[in-house]
Nanobody
Framework: QVQLVESGGGLVQPGGSLRLSCAAS????????VDWYRQGPGKQRELVAT???????NYADSVKGRFTISRDNAKSTVYLQMNSLKPEDTAVYSC?????????????WGQGTQVTVSS
């Protein structure tokens, strides 16, 4: 059974930091790319950051310079370090593991973790 479990969300003041974790089980984690998405209240889901199986990284413009994505394949875990948080970062953050091979796509989602940035 494949599971992606996010943790680390919570309430933080503007300017603060949080580190989210996405722990995977039931898959060969190291061959999957992993994305962090977020969906704020009344907003569309937004791709925040991506790390490929080879370690290539991309960020949304809205988080560049503030967020850092990383992975520890030995722990089957991807992290999202979020610094200088703003109220507009408030959202449910979800991780997504993706593998494309021979024309097919295999992907899995976590349940999400709430991040609230407020004074």
């Amino acid at each position: 059974q494949v599971q992606l479990v996010e943790s680390g969300g919570g309430l933080v003041q503007p300017g603060g930091s949080l580190r989210l974790s996405c722990a995977a089980s039931g898959i060969n984690f190291r061959i999957y790319a992993v994305d962090w998405y977020r969906q704020g209240p009344g907003k569309q889901r937004e791709l925040v950051a991506t790390i490929s199986s080879g370690g290539s990284i991309n960020y949304a413009d809205s988080v560049k310079g503030r967020f850092t994505i990383s992975r520890d394949n030995a722990k089957s875990t991807v992290y999202l370090q979020m610094n200088s948080l703003k109220p507009e970062d408030t959202a449910v953050y979800s991780c997504h593991a993706l593998r494309r091979f021979y024309g097919t796509t295999q992907d899995y989602w976590g349940q999400g973790t709430q991040v609230t940035v407020s004074s």
